[in-house]
C-alpha cells in the first residue's frame, strides 16, 4: 500500500478503524484531492499491509480496516490482501468507483468485505470527461451501472453512495438524473467541495453555499432512505 492512517474514527462507520490507501486510479475527477495516489503513487514509498496488521493487533482496540485509494480495485493482489486483513478478524470496509464490477460482486458474494462505499461521480453522460482519453468508457461505464444496481439489490452488506458536489455535476439539469440513478438507495451522503487541492485546475469553480447544498440533499431524499451532507 501507498499510505496508511493507522486511526480512524469516521471512514468506517461505527468501527474504531485504520485505513489503507493504493495507488493508482482509472478516472481523473478534477476536485480529487488524492493527487499522489492518483499522478505519483510509483514514487511513493511502499508499506506492507503485514507491518500495519501486526500494528493494529499489538494496540487491541481496532475492529475494522478501510481500503481506499486512488481506486483500491485496481491493484491485482486486492483480494488476498483484503482475505489477510479478514483472516487477521477485522472487518473490511471497500471505497470505490465501482468500475470493476465482477471483483466487486466476488467480494461481496464470497464474504470478504462488510461495507461498501461506492462514488457517485456525476450523471452517467457526465463520466465521459472523468476517463483520460475516454479509453474503455463503454465497459467502464456499463461497469459503474451494473455495480451501481447490484449494491441496491443485494443484502449481504452494508453500503451508501456517497457524491462531491462538484458544481459543474451537479447543475439543475443534472439532479433529476442523479436521483434516477440512486433512486431506491439506503444511504446517499453528500460532501462539499474542497477546492484548496485539487487533481486539475478548477479554474473559478465556486463551492455551492450551505443553503445551496441543502436544497439539494432535500431533493435527494425524494429517492432514498437516507440523504444527509457530511
Same mark, same amino acid.
Given at each position: ?70 481506486? $483500491?480495485?485496481? +491493484?491485482?493482489?486486492?483480494?488476498? @490482501?483484503?482475505?489477510?486483513? *479478514?483472516?487477521?478478524? %477485522?472487518?473490511? !470496509? ?37 476517463? $483520460?482519453?475516454? +479509453?474503455?468508457?463503454?465497459?467502464? @461505464?456499463?461497469?459503474?451501472? *451494473?455495480?451501481?444496481? %447490484?449494491?441496491? !439489490? ?77
Amino acid at each position: 500500500m501507498k499510505g496508511w492512517q493507522k486511526t480512524s474514527f469516521i471512514d468506517y462507520p461505527g468501527h474504531i478503524a485504520s485505513t489503507f490507501f493504493y495507488g493508482s486510479c482509472n478516472f481523473r475527477c478534477p476536485y480529487c484531492h488524492n493527487i499522489d495516489l492518483v499522478d505519483n503513487y510509483k514514487k511513493l514509498p511502499d508499506i506492507t499491509e503485514e507491518e500495519a496488521l501486526d500494528y493494529l493487533d499489538k494496540k487491541g482496540v481496532y475492529e475494522g480496516v478501510c481500503i481506499t485509494g486512488g481506486e $483500491p480495485s485496481l +491493484n491485482k493482489n486486492i483480494k488476498g @490482501i483484503i482475505k489477510q486483513i *479478514k483472516d487477521r478478524g %477485522y472487518v473490511v !470496509k471497500l471505497d470505490t468507483n465501482g468500475a470493476r464490477h465482477e471483483l466487486l460482486r466476488d467480494l461481496v458474494e464470497n464474504n470478504l468485505i462488510d461495507y461498501v462505499a461506492m462514488d457517485i461521480k456525476a450523471s452517467y453522460e457526465k463520466y465521459a470527461d472523468l476517463i $483520460p482519453g475516454k +479509453n474503455n468508457y463503454e465497459n467502464l @461505464i456499463s461497469d459503474v451501472k *451494473k455495480s451501481l444496481e %447490484y449494491l441496491k !439489490k443485494q443484502e449481504k452488506v452494508e453500503y451508501e453512495f456517497r457524491s462531491t458536489l462538484y458544481p459543474p455535476y451537479f447543475m439543475d439539469d443534472d439532479l433529476p438524473k442523479i436521483a434516477n440513478m440512486v433512486k431506491g438507495a439506503k444511504n446517499y451522503h453528500l460532501q462539499q467541495l474542497n477546492t484548496t487541492v485539487t487533481l486539475s485546475d478548477i479554474g473559478k469553480v465556486i463551492p455551492f453555499t450551505v443553503e445551496q447544498a441543502e436544497q439539494i440533499c432535500q431533493f435527494f431524499k425524494k429517492y432514498t432512505d437516507e440523504c444527509e451532507i457530511r
